[in-house]
């Protein structure tokens, strides 16, 4: 596992020169709140994201968006978010390594 994560450091670090783009998105929900009006808020960013000139971007924001919404009712539970709130991260990183397209998480 060690050396899956230096592996995947080391290409990170000679890919730099060849990234296209970076998307990032952060949602922070605060404690109490209905589960149907953070999904209806999202819902609403991803049809406002249709108006992002690059296509590149554009597409990134939206599926990044869409990860959200989806994930969103795995961290819930009753209708409402933890007491303590939620905060989520989703985003895009595109490199030219290989024939790899996505980079692996590690917890």
């Keep these: 596992m060690q050396s899956e994560i230096e592996a995947t450091l080391r290409n ?3 890919a ?3 990234i296209k783009g970076t998307t990032l998105i952060t949602y922070i929900v605060p ?3 209905d589960l149907w009006l953070v999904s209806e808020h999202l819902t ?3 049809a406002t994201a249709i108006n992002i000139k690059s296509k590149h971007v554009r597409h990134a924001v939206r599926h990044s968006l869409k990860v959200l919404l989806n994930s969103l009712e795995d961290y819930c539970y009753k209708g409402k978010t933890p007491d303590n709130g939620l905060v989520m991260l989703a985003g ?3 490199l ?3 024939d790899q397209n996505t980079i692996p998480c590690y917890l």
């Design 16 to 18: 730099q020169p060849e």
């Design 92 to 94: 895009a990183l595109d």
């Design 31 to 33: 404690g109490s709140i």
């Design 44 to 46: 609403s960013e991803i």
């Design 96 to 98: 030219k390594i290989t």
């Design 12 to 14: 990170l670090v000679f």
